[in-house]
């Protein structure tokens, strides 16, 4: 299990072991003999890159479902229609497109105003679906061009391969935010207040062990546990989706480093007190359930209104997860990340500081 | 004699292993509950100590303040000549505790949680030194959660006694415990003795104190109602035996009364069809005692006597079964 077995059994039959290495040890085993710990932290992540990767594909050539309302000329409109390879186009009466429009499964509905003019076409849509006005061009386009309209000029297209922009970049990054959150979570402050259930806590108390060397174990068994899941996320993304990091792999390192402290200070903050499971459980909840959604780990913080954004870059969640993206997506250097920086070593220290002082350790 | 005053632990010490005076704790609250009302005892260096007593007694309250657990709301703890709150590390590398319910690390084998509370005392038994004594060597590798409540009881001694303590705290070490695991726990108990260990207990078995402990304290909400040897504060009551008998109908008080006179009767007291009498000499008591039931055409249906134990102590001391309220 432990590098240099023999060395360390020399060592340890010489002079007793450390506590800070005694204590990180034992967490450490406890941890991957927990197998379903090691799914949560280590493969659900990845399955959600899995997942997320191939529904959220750049899709090479996409159809799209648009429907072409019963009447005189639905029959011809139809037949424009279907020359184009992106369009699906199915004829409908207009209580079951309104229906389909409503339930998403259709974008597009279009329509004659006058059953005497072909000509008097209605497209009915909702603007703010994503793809609608898409679908919308290029059913215009597809019907101008059927009924006489004449291109100015005929453009080639070249296509843009490189890796980079696909939703998995995106996304890796979240997720590696989202990991470093749960970890603290529950690798520091879950922990916790089950060792103060246990009343294993209050035992350690009763010992000379060090708090301090309590607390520095809890944060580096946190980082070892960091490194496969950091590492896995990132070689997985690679292998099956061709996934690249574009900047430094040593600012990486250090803003995961930072990501972590943040976290574990906040979980500290967490186990402080709470004296039950329920209360801890109620906890995390309160302060992970809204950075899920609020930080941007899964679709840019950017769609929330503007006047948001600055509260938004404030949470604890944000920071790591820009900064990465910043690294990671765009290539930025470690030093453009400093406002982000900032902003987590004050979630840092600010936690850190309040656990000292409410902390719970006898009981 | 110069051998008789070395064997005496008051003159071999000096100073006392625990000394509490006046110990008050006040749990905030409405109404604020009193949990210990003023303690008072000392223990000697190699002494074994019982606090006994019923559940609510303050019998944890008091070993957890002793232990640096708790804050007495006031009162003075020393613990091996030195006060809590000043140097805590250099008491705490001389006790060894066991708490009254820990549940440790499900996942950990014997030998790691051993090895794990070794690293924390700067002397000490080596963790296998600690796992044979408590008879746990072949558990060695097995995980906290796989053994059997005896087992993890005595894990909870290893895990006290490997930092090689002056003085070892045990708080109820065999509750709930068969009586096989039990005497086991005991055994491990007087080895410390044997070893010139101090050790303070607490326990709700009467027997337990009068096997292990040189003296004891039983407690009774939150105070101490006496204190001494056990064969002393059973010798106090002045008779050292016990009738107990059960009848086929409830007795009359004309029938107590009788049997209250009989020679050598100190007390008989009776709840329904059962009966309890402390008698000096069970041969002038019980021939008596089956003349009259029978006279009185009562059935018996059950006789016995025995020694007067600690339990009989406190209920002679409470009016209340100690039994009754575990």
């Given at each position: 299990?432990c590098?240099?077995?023999?060395?360390?059994a020399?060592?340890?039959?010489?002079?007793?072991?450390?506590?800070?290495?005694?204590?990180?040890?034992?967490r450490l085993?406890e941890?991957i003999?927990?197998?379903?710990?090691?799914?949560w932290?280590?493969?659900?992540?990845i399955?959600?890159?899995?997942?997320?990767?191939?529904?959220?594909?750049?899709?090479t050539?996409?159809v799209?479902p648009?429907?072409?309302?019963e009447?005189?000329?639905a029959?011809?409109?139809?037949?424009h229609?279907?020359?184009?390879?992106?369009?699906?186009?199915?004829?409908?009466?207009?209580?079951?497109?309104?229906?389909?429009?409503?339930?998403?499964?259709?974008?597009?509905?279009?329509?004659?105003?006058?059953p005497a003019?072909?000509?008097?076409?209605?497209y009915?849509?909702?603007?703010?679906?994503?793809?609608?006005?898409?679908?919308?061009?290029?059913?215009d386009?597809r019907?101008?061009?059927a009924?006489?309209?004449?291109?100015?000029?005929?453009?080639t297209?070249?296509?843009f391969?490189?890796?980079g922009?696909?939703?998995?970049?995106?996304?890796?990054?979240?997720?590696?935010?989202?990991?470093?959150m749960?970890?603290?979570?529950?690798?520091?402050?879950?922990?916790?207040v089950?060792?103060?259930?246990?009343?294993?806590?209050k035992?350690?108390?009763a010992?000379?062990?060090?708090?301090?060397d309590?607390?520095?174990?809890?944060?580096?068994s946190?980082?070892?546990?960091m490194?496969?899941?950091v590492?896995?996320l990132?070689a997985?993304?690679?292998?099956?989706?061709?996934?690249r990091?574009?900047?430094?792999?040593?600012?990486?390192?250090?803003?995961v480093?930072v990501?972590?402290?943040?976290?574990?200070a906040?979980?500290?903050?967490?186990?402080?007190?709470?004296?039950?499971l329920?209360?801890?459980s109620?906890?995390?909840n309160?302060?992970?359930?809204?950075?899920w959604?609020?930080?941007?780990?899964?679709f840019?913080?950017?769609?929330?209104?503007?006047?948001?954004?600055?509260?938004i870059?404030?949470?604890p969640?944000?920071?790591i997860?820009?900064?990465l993206?910043g690294?990671?997506?765009?290539?930025?250097?470690?030093?453009?990340?400093?406002?982000?920086?900032?902003?987590?070593?004050?979630?840092?220290?600010?936690?850190?500081?309040?656990?000292?002082?409410?902390?719970?350790w006898?009981? | 004699?110069?051998?008789?005053?070395?064997?005496d632990?008051?003159a071999?010490?000096?100073?006392?292993?625990?000394k509490?005076?006046g110990?008050?704790?006040?749990?905030?609250?409405?109404?604020?509950?009193?949990?210990?009302?003023?303690?008072?005892?000392?223990?000697?260096?190699?002494?074994?100590?019982?606090?006994?007593?019923?559940?609510?007694a303050?019998k944890?309250?008091?070993?957890?303040?002793?232990e640096g657990?708790?804050?007495?709301?006031?009162?003075?703890?020393?613990?091996?000549?030195?006060?809590?709150?000043s140097?805590?590390?250099?008491?705490?590398?001389r006790?060894?505790?066991?708490?009254?319910?820990?549940?440790?690390?499900?996942?950990?084998?014997?030998?790691?949680?051993?090895?794990?509370?070794r690293?924390?005392y700067?002397?000490?038994i080596?963790p296998e030194?600690?796992l044979r004594?408590?008879s746990?060597?072949?558990?060695?590798n097995?995980?906290?959660?796989?053994?059997?409540g005896?087992?993890?009881?005595?894990l909870?001694?290893?895990?006290?006694?490997?930092?090689?303590?002056?003085?070892?705290?045990?708080?109820?070490?065999t509750?709930?415990?068969?009586?096989?695991s039990?005497?086991?726990?005991?055994?491990?108990?007087?080895?410390?003795g044997?070893?010139?260990?101090?050790?303070l207990?607490?326990t709700h078995?009467?027997?337990e104190?009068?096997?292990?402990?040189d003296?004891?304290?039983?407690?009774d909400a939150g105070?101490?109602i006496?204190?001494?040897?056990p064969?002393?504060?059973?010798?106090?009551?002045?008779?050292?035996?016990?009738?107990?008998?059960s009848t086929?109908?409830?007795i009359?008080?004309?029938v107590i009364?009788?049997?209250?006179k009989?020679?050598?009767?100190d007390q008989?007291?009776?709840?329904?069809?059962?009966?309890?009498?402390?008698?000096?000499?069970?041969?002038i008591?019980l021939?008596?005692?089956?003349?009259?039931?029978t006279?009185?055409?009562?059935?018996?249906?059950?006789?016995?006597t025995?020694?007067?134990?600690l339990e009989?102590?406190?209920?002679?001391k409470?009016?209340?079964?100690?039994a009754?309220?575990?």
């Amino acid at each position: 299990m432990c590098l240099l077995p023999k060395q360390v059994a020399i060592w340890r039959r010489k002079c007793k072991l450390h506590p800070i290495y005694s204590i990180t040890l034992t967490r450490l085993k406890e941890f991957i003999r927990r197998p379903e710990a090691v799914f949560w932290v280590y493969f659900f992540p990845i399955l959600m890159v899995l997942v997320l990767g191939i529904a959220f594909r750049n899709q090479t050539q996409e159809v799209f479902p648009v429907d072409v309302i019963e009447g005189p000329h639905a029959a011809q409109m139809k037949q424009h229609l279907v020359q184009s390879a992106q369009i699906n186009a199915t004829i409908i009466d207009r209580e079951s497109s309104r229906k389909r429009l409503r339930t998403g499964k259709t974008t597009l509905a279009i329509s004659a105003r006058d059953p005497a003019d072909q000509r008097s076409i209605d497209y009915l849509l909702d603007p703010q679906r994503p793809g609608a006005l898409q679908v919308r061009n290029l059913v215009d386009d597809r019907l101008q061009t059927a009924f006489g309209r004449t291109d100015a000029f005929t453009a080639t297209q070249t296509e843009f391969d490189e890796p980079g922009g696909t939703f998995v970049d995106f996304l890796v990054p979240g997720l590696l935010g989202i990991g470093l959150m749960g970890g603290g979570m529950w690798g520091v402050g879950f922990a916790i207040v089950d060792m103060r259930i246990r009343k294993l806590l209050k035992r350690y108390m009763a010992t000379p062990m060090r708090r301090s060397d309590f607390l520095i174990s809890m944060l580096i068994s946190r980082l070892v546990f960091m490194v496969p899941q950091v590492l896995l996320l990132i070689a997985f993304s690679y292998f099956l989706f061709d996934y690249r990091v574009y900047g430094s792999l040593l600012a990486v390192t250090v803003l995961v480093f930072v990501g972590a402290m943040e976290f574990a200070a906040i979980g500290l903050v967490v186990g402080s007190r709470a004296q039950t499971l329920e209360t801890a459980s109620g906890l995390m909840n309160l302060v992970m359930l809204p950075m899920w959604t609020l930080c941007g780990a899964f679709f840019s913080y950017e769609r929330f209104p503007e006047f948001f954004h600055p509260v938004i870059r404030l949470l604890p969640l944000t920071p790591i997860i820009d900064s990465l993206r910043g690294v990671m997506m765009e290539g930025e250097s470690l030093l453009q990340q400093w406002p982000e920086m900032l902003v987590m070593v004050a979630w840092t220290v600010i936690p850190f500081t309040v656990a000292m002082v409410i902390f719970r350790w006898r009981d | 004699m110069p051998a008789t005053v070395s064997s005496d632990p008051i003159a071999r010490t000096g100073s006392p292993a625990i000394k509490c005076e006046g110990l008050i704790k006040t749990y905030p609250g409405k109404p604020p509950v009193e949990a210990v009302r003023g303690i008072s005892f000392e223990v000697q260096q190699g002494e074994c100590y019982g606090v006994l007593g019923p559940n609510g007694a303050g019998k944890t309250t008091t070993i957890e303040i002793l232990e640096g657990l708790l804050d007495a709301t006031s009162g003075s703890a020393e613990v091996l000549g030195m006060r809590w709150g000043s140097n805590d590390a250099s008491i705490q590398h001389r006790i060894g505790v066991s708490l009254q319910e820990t549940r440790l690390s499900d996942r950990l084998t014997v030998g790691e949680i051993v090895s794990l509370f070794r690293s924390f005392y700067a002397k000490g038994i080596t963790p296998e030194e600690a796992l044979r004594r408590t008879s746990l060597t072949e558990k060695k590798n097995a995980w906290f959660k796989t053994l059997s409540g005896g087992q993890k009881q005595r894990l909870a001694v290893a895990t006290a006694l490997v930092g090689d303590p002056d003085l070892i705290f045990l708080d109820e070490p065999t509750t709930g415990l068969d009586p096989g695991s039990r005497r086991e726990l005991w055994d491990i108990v007087k080895s410390f003795g044997a070893a010139g260990k101090t050790v303070l207990l607490t326990t709700h078995y009467m027997e337990e104190a009068e096997q292990l402990c040189d003296r004891v304290a039983i407690f009774d909400a939150g105070k101490i109602i006496c204190e001494g040897p056990p064969r002393e504060l059973i010798r106090a009551l002045g008779s050292e035996h016990v009738v107990e008998f059960s009848t086929d109908r409830p007795i009359e008080q004309s029938v107590i009364d009788q049997l209250n006179k009989i020679p050598s009767v100190d007390q008989v007291s009776s709840t329904q069809a059962d009966c309890r009498m402390s008698i000096g000499q069970p041969h002038i008591v019980l021939p008596e005692l089956i003349r009259q039931l029978t006279d009185q055409n009562y059935g018996l249906t059950e006789l016995a006597t025995r020694s007067a134990s600690l339990e009989d102590v406190f209920v002679a001391k409470t009016g209340r079964h100690l039994a009754e309220e575990v």
